[in-house]
Nanobody
Framework: QVQLVESGGGLVQAGDSLRLSCAASGRSFSGVAMGWFRQAPGKEREIVAAITSYGGGTYYTNSVKGRFTISRDNGKNTVYLQMNTLKPEDTATYYC??????????????????WGQGTQVTVSS
């Protein structure tokens, strides 16, 4: 059974940092792209960052460029999202996602096969 389990969310103040982790099990994801999405109340789920299968390429949505960093450790079957200089508008539930077989970055929710349960990030002003 494939599982993605996120951790690392919490309540922080504006300007603080958090590091999200997504541990995968049930199969190896070293050969596929993975991503982080977020969804705020009343809004659609949106991509935050994504990374290619072996970490050679990354993507960030404009609002997090320069503040967030996505990385992966294929030996641990884990992907990370380092979030610095957090802002109240970063408040959302953050989800980890994995493609089924593609190595290149995907941008849309429906392009990812596997999803975690989400971890809440709340940034107070």
């Amino acid at each position: 059974q494939v599982q993605l389990v996120e951790s690392g969310g919490g309540l922080v103040q504006a300007g603080d940092s958090l590091r999200l982790s997504c541990a995968a099990s049930g199969r190896s994801f070293s050969g596929v792209a993975m991503g982080w999405f977020r969804q705020a109340p009343g809004k659609e789920r949106e991509i935050v960052a994504a990374i290619t299968s072996y970490g050679g390429g990354t993507y960030y949505t404009n609002s997090v460029k320069g503040r967030f960093t996505i990385s992966r450790d294929n030996g641990k079957n884990t992907v990370y999202l380092q979030m610095n200089t957090l802002k109240p508008e970063d408040t959302a539930t953050y989800y980890c996602a994995a493609d089924r077989w593609r190595a290149g970055i995907q941008y849309r929710v429906n392009e990812y096969e596997y999803w975690g349960q989400g971890t809440q990030v709340t940034v107070s002003s």
